[in-house]
């Protein structure tokens, strides 16, 4: 399996309206080729990294078609494109019914693994001025993903994207999300999830509590 990186995006920190709180969610594309370490891509940030940035959530990958969803649901939307929710990487072909927890890629010189899908917040709404477009994006499954870096390098656009390994076959992200968002999960099911290889720590640590929880008071 293997794909173009279409785009790449890298920002600093800017005020994010209304409030004007410092953000990492504006990004512009860049043709020249990245250095990519293990915190993420040189000269990006993130406003707070309690919940952004750090190894397990180096680089956000987001699918360029997701956009034509948004603008189907909001046509105001319509100028929305590849950048507009913070994500440093943009393709076509990949998507969350085709990436698995722990797929591992090649892309120019670095190897990356997917660690996690994105956790849509309350930040969207404010980047695109739209009420409940975060809730959206989670009920949709359309949140993109985040990397953790296997091997830092360098790469640009144009880049081809190359699947090396996928550790977990039954795990794409969509699958993921569906069970992991489910009101009452079923317990076995999420302890299976939180033992995949790839996934993110704290998010394996989180689903094994929640099974434990579960099997204690009644399973599903």
Not at 6 to 26: H, K, M, T, V, Y
Request: aromatic share 8%.
């Amino acid at each position: 399996m293997s794909t173009i990186l279409d785009a790449l995006f890298i920002g600093g920190l800017r005020p994010l309206p209304p409030e004007g709180q410092l953000s990492g969610i504006f990004k512009e594309a860049t043709r020249a080729p990245a250095a990519l370490g293990l915190q993420g891509l040189a000269g990006d940030r993130q406003g707070d990294p309690r919940y952004h940035g750090g190894p397990e959530k180096a680089v956000h990958h987001y699918p360029a078609g997701h956009y034509a969803t948004l603008a189907k649901r909001w046509p105001q939307l319509d100028w929305a494109g590849p950048g507009t929710l913070g994500e440093n990487l943009s393709s076509t072909g990949l998507d969350e019914s085709t990436v698995h927890i722990g797929d591992i890629y090649r892309i120019g010189t670095a190897l990356l693994q997917v660690s996690q899908p994105r956790t849509p917040c309350w930040k969207i709404n404010h980047r695109l001025d739209v009420e409940g477009a975060s809730l959206f994006v989670a009920e949709q499954g359309i949140t993109g993903w985040y990397y953790r870096v296997l091997e830092p390098g360098l790469l640009a656009a144009g880049d081809a994207i190359l699947l090396e390994e996928r550790p977990n076959p039954e795990l794409d992200l969509a699958r993921y999300w569906r069970l992991t968002q489910a009101h009452r999960p079923d317990p076995e099911q999420l302890a299976r999830i939180a033992a995949a290889p790839g996934l993110a720590p704290d998010k394996a640590a989180r689903h094994r509590q929640r099974a434990e929880w579960l099997r204690q008071h009644g399973g599903i």
